[in-house]
């Protein structure tokens, strides 16, 4: 899983292709196209990749057509100079977000991969209750309106991503409805 972990903390459009076909699974190649409005040939460029690196499959089962696929939640570590960082679904979400939300975007460019990394640790305790989002922005070392917008963002990945990530608790019943609809991802119903 290494290399995995490693190649979808690389390619943030490939990580965002990750995790809405994990979110929808099983699913086609063609409904993930819709969700994400990318191309035909993209779309399964990375599903054959996500399938070579053995987090994803297509199965002999069809909708309409078209082969289903499956997505296996991948978990793994990620050692940097500063700890060992468990890498999972919602680290993975957050990082492939970071492609269509402007907030994560802005903010990961503004400030790196290491402290949106760090971001995902302080919005965690954030939603146990043991962080404010101006102590999360502390902690950070951004200005407040960084940490508050770039935490609102990442609560709502873990609202819409956690159920399916074995290494986070389930914060989809914390966090409210209306922030889980407006996470970068959606689920077919």
Known sequence: MFFA?????????????YTDLLLNSPTTVKRAMDRQGIVKSTAYK???ELA?????????????????????PVVGT?????????????????????TVDDDLEYFLERYGEATLL????????????????RGLATALDVPSAAGIAVSQAIEAIIGR???????????????????????????DA
């Open 161 to 187: 991503v956690s159920p399916v990530d074995p290494a986070f608790p389930d914060y989809s019943g914390d966090v409210h409805v209306r922030a889980i609809d407006d996470a970068p991802y959606t689920v």
């Open 46 to 48: 990375y599903a054959n």
């Open 52 to 72: 070579e690196l053995g987090v994803a499959e297509e199965l002999d089962e069809y909708e309409d057509g078209a082969a289903l696929w499956t997505a296996e």
């Open 118 to 133: 760090h971001a995902i640790v302080e919005t965690d305790a954030y939603l146990q209750g043991e962080q404010t989002r």
């Open 78 to 98: 990620w050692e940097t100079e500063a700890a060992e960082i468990v890498v999972s679904p919602v680290v993975i979400a957050v990082y492939g977000a970071s």
């Open 5 to 17: 972990v490693q190649r979808l903390l690389t390619d943030a459009d490939l990580a965002y292709f």
